[in-house]
């Protein structure tokens, strides 16, 4: 009997262990070249020093051509804690998708180091923001994210 119930506390508390995806909301100041139907972030909570993919599903209104780039800024307690900036074309070609990306694509990943600088074990801003080479606003998503330390 005292098994089951050690049995059953471990899986509660493994329940209690894993989080749930954050929600991601739209942060566009004006229209996107991507309808963003679904945006995550995988794995999550975010690795520390490992890589971390974001994607969004939905629909893309115009190529993405070279010039792209994926912003990622993090604020706590409306104060940046953590910024990076990556070729967003470097980052497609590196799956195989070299820019331009045709608007038949409906699904955007972008794989990046989660850098040793950013907080961890406390809830923070996020922001995945990504503008096409031409100056347009691709998506914005934000979202309240953590991130911690892996094995």
């Given at each position: 009997?005292?098994?089951?119930?050690?049995?059953?506390?471990?899986?509660?508390?493994?329940?209690?262990?894993?989080?749930?995806?954050?929600?991601?909301?739209?942060?566009?100041?004006?229209?996107?070249?991507f309808e963003v139907q679904t945006f995550a972030v995988a794995p999550y909570p975010l690795c520390i020093n490992k890589i971390m993919c974001q994607t969004?599903?939905?629909?893309?209104?115009?190529?993405?051509?070279?010039?792209?780039?994926?912003?990622?800024?993090?604020?706590?307690?409306?104060?940046?804690?953590?910024?990076?900036?990556?070729?967003?074309?470097?980052?497609?070609?590196?799956?195989?998708?070299?820019?331009?990306?045709?608007?038949?694509?409906?699904?955007?990943?972008?794989?990046?180091?989660v850098k040793p600088s950013i907080p961890a074990n406390i809830n923070i801003a996020m922001t995945f923001s990504a503008t096409n080479g031409d100056g347009?606003?691709?998506?914005?998503?934000?979202?309240?994210?953590?991130?911690?330390?892996?094995?």
């Open positions: 009997m005292k098994l089951s119930s050690l049995a059953l506390s471990a899986l509660a508390l493994l329940g209690l262990t894993q989080a749930q995806q954050p929600t991601f909301t739209n942060c566009a100041p004006a229209p996107t070249q969004a599903t939905g629909t893309l209104s115009t190529p993405v051509i070279s010039g792209a780039k994926l912003s990622i800024t993090a604020r706590y307690l409306g104060r940046v804690v953590y910024s990076d900036n990556q070729d967003l074309c470097a980052l497609f070609a590196a799956q195989g998708f070299p820019c331009p990306v045709p608007t038949t694509i409906h699904a955007l990943t972008a794989c990046v180091l347009g606003i691709l998506y914005c998503q934000t979202g309240t994210v953590m991130a911690v330390n892996c094995p």
